[in-house]
């Protein structure tokens, strides 16, 4: 269950980059060709693949912690027993399981200060497109507040990696299989 459980994280994570990636290459590149054959760009085109890489990053980090392939300094770890550094690996896990939920506090709290703030770039295409459509909602979109809670996702998706990580160590841990 948990090997599953892992597993269909990983994938949703992994598709969380992908898209986050494959957006930014489409308006980058549409931007491009806007730009140099009609000679008129975007005026998001700049600022939108920033907000969108942020959004990968943050996916991308949970997908790296899913697999342990993040970065790690193994000088320390390398020569302990295999026991030992799982025990330390599992609480490892737990210390970035409250490290998630501080960047989730932070990221609240950044969005409650300074969310109302004009996304410069983003934010007359934000109120074009409410007025256009009639749906008001859309201008939130030219605040800061939506690209800032990048930083309350990726921290609830590192706690949940850091979670289903420490659990599959401390259950390889209890089978002896460390």
């Known amino acids: 269950m948990l090997d599953r459980l892992d597993?269909?994280?990983?994938?949703?994570?992994?598709?969380?980059?992908?898209?986050?990636?494959?957006?930014?290459?489409l308006v980058v590149f549409v931007n491009?060709?806007?730009?140099?054959?009609?000679?008129?760009?975007?005026?998001?085109?700049e600022e939108m693949p920033i907000y969108l890489s942020i959004y990968g990053v943050m996916f991308g980090v949970?997908?790296?912690?899913?697999?342990?392939?993040?970065?790690r300094f193994t000088l320390l770890t390398d020569p302990l027993p295999a026991r030992a550094r799982a025990v330390?690996?599992?609480?490892?896990?737990?210390a970035m399981i409250a490290i998630g939920g501080l960047l989730v506090r932070s990221g609240l709290m950044f969005i409650e200060s300074r969310g109302e703030r004009e996304a410069s770039g983003i934010v007359t295409a934000a109120e074009g497109l409410a007025g256009a459509t009639g749906m008001s909602w859309l201008g939130v979109f030219g605040t800061m507040a939506p690209w800032q809670f990048a930083i309350v996702l990726g921290g609830a998706l590192l706690a949940l990696a850091?979670?289903?990580?420490?659990?599959?160590?401390?259950?390889?841990?209890?089978?002896?299989?460390v």
């Open 162 to 177: 850091a979670a289903l990580r420490a659990a599959r160590r401390i259950r390889d841990i209890r089978r002896g299989e």
């Open 62 to 71: 949970a997908m790296a912690y899913m697999q342990d392939r993040h970065i």
């Open 32 to 45: 491009s060709l806007r730009r140099y054959t009609l000679n008129q760009s975007w005026a998001w085109g």
């Open 88 to 94: 330390l690996f599992a609480v490892v896990d737990v």
């Open 7 to 25: 597993s269909a994280f990983t994938r949703i994570f992994a598709a969380g980059a992908a898209l986050c990636m494959a957006g930014v290459f």
